[in-house]
Each structure stands twice: as C-alpha cells, then as structure tokens.
C-alpha cells in the first residue's frame, strides 16, 4: 500500500500559479500498478477528478481544466506535481493525491488517498 503527502502553499491570489507536491513512498511512481491523480474538493461540492500522470510519464487531463494544469514527475525524488495557472476563487479546495491500480478519471475507483492540502485562492 503507498501512502501519499500532498504539500502546498495555503493561501493564493487571484490569477497567481499554484504548485502543489505529492511525495509518494511505498512504492514507486514509475511502476505500472498505479496511476497516479490529483483530486480536488471544493467547498459543499463533490470530488472533481483534475488529472493524472501514468509510469512512463504519459498524463490525461479533465477537459475542463486541462488549459491551466500541468502534472509532472521527478522519479528520483518518487514525487508529483500539480501545476495550475490563472487560479480564480472557484479554484478554493483541497486538493488530494490519489492512486488507483488502473487509469481511471473516477475518484472512487482510487484506494489510497493523502491527507489533503487546503489551498484557498483570494480575491
């Protein structure tokens, strides 16, 4: 079983870029067991699938949010990043790393979760 840290910076503003880390141990980001998400929950909302990243660095994005986000990896330090531009308040949440065994944009099918970092963006 991995477990998932997620880090971040809190408090944003408006229009500033978030970046956000997931160090991973218990297993390695490269295997093809897992792929690996981002996950996010905003406030009275449900979980909203942001992206993931697979073993050999290929990454699928949610449409919607695909034209500000970039996921990315660095396999020495078993980490993953979220990058997100042009945040707005809407994008107040926290934001979760997720692993699920297969590729999958449903945030049930994933079984191991961090803890979750709050990131709120200010107007």
């Known amino acids: 079983q991995v477990q998932l840290q997620e880090s971040g910076p809190g408090l944003v503003k408006s229009s500033q870029v978030l970046s956000l880390t997931c160090s991973v141990s218990?297993?390695?980001?490269?295997?093809?067991?897992?792929?690996w998400s981002w996950i996010r929950q905003s406030p009275g909302k449900g979980l909203e699938w942001i992206g993931l990243?697979?073993?050999?660095?290929?990454?699928y994005y949610n449409p919607l949010l695909k034209s500000r986000t970039s996921l990315s990896r660095d396999n020495a330090k078993n980490t993953v990043y979220l990058q997100m531009d042009a945040l707005v308040p809407e994008d107040t949440a926290v934001y979760y790393c997720?692993?699920?065994?297969?590729?999958?944009?449903?945030?049930?099918?994933?079984?191991?979760w961090g803890q979750g970092t709050q990131v709120t963006v200010s107007s």
């Open positions: 218990g297993g390695s980001i490269t295997t093809s067991r897992y792929a």
């Open positions: 990243i697979k073993d050999r660095g290929n990454t």
């Open positions: 997720a692993a699920a065994p297969f590729l999958t944009r449903r945030a049930t099918d994933y079984k191991s």
